[in-house]
């Protein structure tokens, strides 16, 4: 049996979805049922720069070289295209 995380986005509009542990969010957050906007989906060009809150793994190199780039003052800024949802987490954008 799967496990499942839930998606909220506090301080918006929209509804807490249900994802199967370890989904990408860029392949299930759209403009539609999310604040997150993607562009490049490949953590280079920052456009899904937001806050997560919740039990994730630390970024890898890579993604964490661009939040030393694009947010060094937010402690919880992740790219969410690089973001593998493990737990519950919150999202709010940057």
Do not use: W
Request: proline share 7%.
């Amino acid at each position: 049996m799967a496990d499942f995380c839930k998606i909220s986005f506090p301080v918006s509009d929209f509804v807490t979805i249900t994802l199967e542990c370890h989904q990408s969010l860029s392949e299930h957050l759209t403009i539609q049922n999310s604040p997150v906007l993607f562009g490049c989906r490949t953590g280079i060009c920052g456009t899904c720069l937001v806050e997560v809150i919740g039990d994730i793994p630390p970024p890898q190199p890579e993604e964490q070289e661009m939040l030393e780039t694009l947010a060094a003052n937010y402690p919880y800024a992740r790219l969410a295209c690089q973001v593998d949802v493990t737990g519950n987490v919150e999202i709010r954008k940057i």
